[in-house]
């Protein structure tokens, strides 16, 4: 076993709630000097500023994974895990007719901005990304792990998005494996396994190197964390 510093739910300048000075490169750079060894991003609804990530991150030697926050039809926040820019971008291709096309008010919700590895400005998506897509929670689920990711919720115990305080409970199906919690002494009695990740929407809230895991020997740390939450 080895144990690995990593925060997986990041948000890019791409989710409007995110600070601006979110970019890739700035990500990577912090991430860095936190002595990440693993760091995912996990936009909302979307996996636009992934390949930029995985080339800033590759700079410093940091693995990566890659993703989305997705939100379900009863507004449950899920986090949709890959191994790889190229297939978030297949997953995002599939949850794209589910989402809603309601224009973003950039003056009231934020920029939404796609860039390059460069942190050039390439691209602006013009539909509000946090609003609740049409798929409902087993649905969503089932098409993450059709795309061979790993479905889980995110911040159960929070009252705003949280599985708990808009099911009550976790439901039989679709039966996760994992949870995000910010407080896992709470949940010590919850079998099932455990990440605490920072849901980061400014640099100074990314994790440290005390934020830590413990994975398998065996094959990258990407691959031996993607088997610890469920995938592979």
């Not at 002595?35 to 996990?42: I, K, M, N, R």
């Not at 809230?205 to 691959?223: A, R």
Request: net charge negative; proline share 4%; aromatic share 6%.
């Amino acid at each position: 076993m080895r144990r690995i510093a990593y925060d997986i739910h990041v948000h890019s300048c791409l989710s409007p709630c995110g600070d601006n000075d979110m970019t890739p490169c700035n990500i990577a750079g912090m991430a860095h000097l936190n002595g990440l060894e693993l760091v995912a991003l996990t936009d909302h609804n979307t996996t636009g500023n992934c390949p930029a990530f995985e080339k800033a991150c590759a700079e410093y030697g940091i693995e990566t994974l890659c993703g989305m926050e997705l939100t379900t039809a009863e507004e449950i926040h899920l986090m949709c895990i890959f191994a790889d820019a190229k297939q978030a971008a297949r997953f995002e291709e599939a949850v794209l007719p589910y989402r809603m096309k309601v224009k973003n008010r950039k003056e009231i919700f934020g920029e939404q901005l796609i860039l390059n590895e460069r942190d050039e400005v390439i691209g602006e998506e013009p539909y509000l990304l946090p609003i609740a897509t049409g798929l409902g929670l087993e649905d969503a689920a089932s098409l993450v792990w059709e795309h061979g990711g790993v479905a889980y919720p995110a911040h159960i115990e929070r009252e705003s998005n949280g599985i708990l305080s808009v099911l009550g409970a976790l439901p039989q199906k679709p039966a996760f494996e994992t949870v995000e919690c910010v407080n896992t002494a709470e949940f010590a009695q919850l079998n099932k396994r455990k990440v605490v990740s920072s849901d980061a929407h400014r640099l100074w809230e990314l994790k440290d190197s005390s934020n830590t895991v413990l994975i398998g020997d065996e094959g990258t740390i990407k691959e031996a964390m993607m088997a610890y939450l469920g995938g592979l």
